[in-house]
């Protein structure tokens, strides 16, 4: 089992969204959070803002099947691939070994728990 976590711009949400549910990936949660990335922070720098606010992200957590991993990761990636020359920001994916599951009103424990 894997925990996914995703930080992605706000506005590619239903577009991941939409792809997860085409790889047939329909449980997630959504935090509203805030944060900086390389390419944020080095163009605050270059702007002599070096203390720079946060920009508002959405950040995914996905418990998966290690049978969905792939198609989760690709999922989020075609979503979120920039369409433009020059567009940063896309986000990150970070995948953590995720050591148990359990579902509160069963009682079931890992992989079935997913």
Same mark, same amino acid.
């Given at each position: 089992?894997?925990? /996914? ?8 949400? &239903? ?6 549910? &085409? ?9 509203? /959070? ?15 803002? /070096? ?13 998966? =099947?290690?049978?969905?991993? &792939? ?12 369409? %433009?020359?020059?567009?940063?920001? =896309? ?7 995720? &050591? ?9 424990? %890992?992989?079935?728990?997913?």
């Amino acid at each position: 089992m894997k925990l /996914v976590v995703a930080i992605i711009p706000p506005d590619r949400l &239903e577009a991941v969204k939409a792809a997860l549910a &085409e790889a047939e990936v329909f449980r997630l949660t959504v935090m509203d /959070v805030q944060g900086s990335g390389r390419d944020q922070l080095a163009a605050a720098s270059r702007a002599g803002d /070096v203390g720079a606010g946060l920009f508002r992200k959405v950040q995914l957590m996905i418990g998966v =099947n290690d049978d969905f991993l &792939e198609p989760t990761v690709d999922a989020i990636m075609r979503a979120c691939r920039p369409t %433009g020359p020059g567009q940063t920001g =896309n986000g990150k994916i970070f995948i953590l070994p995720l &050591e148990d599951c359990i579902r509160i009103r069963t009682g079931e424990r %890992g992989p079935a728990a997913i």
